[in-house]
């Protein structure tokens, strides 16, 4: 297949799946905010095609979030008796990717570009496809939660459980990248690994963080699923993937492999320290 039709191919398929899932919910509520979270996307992709940057893409995946989050909460909410529970959920999510977006956007403006998009913005068909698969990463990621919030968390010994895993995940994250800028700044460090603090025990603990906060948000909107929108809870599992397999992790590894792949240092830190966590 031609790569410029692989790429407009790949783009319809992951809007298909999305709004097939969304419709899937029994909700109209969802099934727009998914149509809002690709048209967000699609919006600013023109801009960032025009000059050819990457530098707020991250940014457009938070506002994406926020905005969907925003407009289930204000859609199902009754104003004279609102559902506490979809509140703090969205404000959880919410404080989540202003904190991560404005993180990355802060990262990569210092670095003055993100590395993977080096060969993606020059091609139109890739650059498209992988602001398409933005969407959908907010889209599906998202989807238990903002299907919780339309229908109502309710606070159960879950709900609970899910705010605690939550909070944990947060820290992570947040520890992670303060640990790992912080040692990105002194220039001693310059082209070392950082194997201190949480990294000791982690190679990609940030990631971890991210992991284990989605999982906390499943739990939370676990108890508001009706019948069979409990399938959303796939969730947690999309972001897993996505991490470990496809945009985070293994472009980290490989490129920690060219940078230090013949040192005996860092050959032993992977040796004894998990990806993620024990066998993940």
Excluded at 32 to 61: C, M, Q, R, V
Excluded at 129 to 147: D, E, K, N, Q, R
């Amino acid at each position: 297949m031609n790569k410029n039709l692989y790429f407009l191919f790949g783009s319809l398929i992951s809007f298909l799946i999305s709004i097939l899932l969304g419709i899937l919910t029994g909700i109209d509520i969802v099934k727009n905010s998914i149509i809002i979270s690709f048209f967000i996307h699609w919006f600013l992709f023109i801009p960032a095609y025009i000059f050819k940057t990457e530098k707020f893409f991250d940014l457009a995946g938070s506002f994406t979030y926020i905005s969907i989050v925003l407009y289930v909460l204000i859609s199902s909410n009754d104003y004279k008796e609102p559902n506490i529970g979809s509140i703090i959920l969205s404000f959880f999510i919410i404080i989540w990717a202003i904190r991560l977006g404005t993180f990355l956007y802060i990262r990569i403006k210092k670095a003055g570009e993100d590395k993977r998009f080096r060969e993606i913005k020059k091609s139109f068909n890739w650059f498209f496809m992988t602001w398409t698969f933005s969407g959908m990463w907010v889209s599906i990621c998202s989807l238990c939660a903002i299907t919780g919030i339309s229908n109502g968390i309710k606070f159960t010994e879950t709900t609970y459980i899910g705010i605690i895993i939550f909070i944990i995940g947060f820290l992570i994250e947040i520890i992670a990248d303060s640990q790992k800028t912080s040692f990105r700044k002194k220039i001693e460090n310059r082209d070392k690994f950082i194997t201190k603090g949480l990294w000791r025990y982690s190679r990609h603990p940030n990631y971890l963080g991210e992991i284990i906060l989605w999982i906390g948000i499943s739990l939370m909107s676990y108890s508001a699923l009706e019948g069979s929108q409990i399938f959303t809870l796939i969730s947690p599992v999309f972001t897993y993937v996505l991490l470990v397999y496809i945009s985070g992790i293994n472009f980290l590894e490989q490129s920690g492999e060219k940078k230090w792949g013949n040192q005996k240092e860092y050959k032993d830190y992977k040796s004894r320290t998990p990806r993620l966590i024990w066998f993940l």
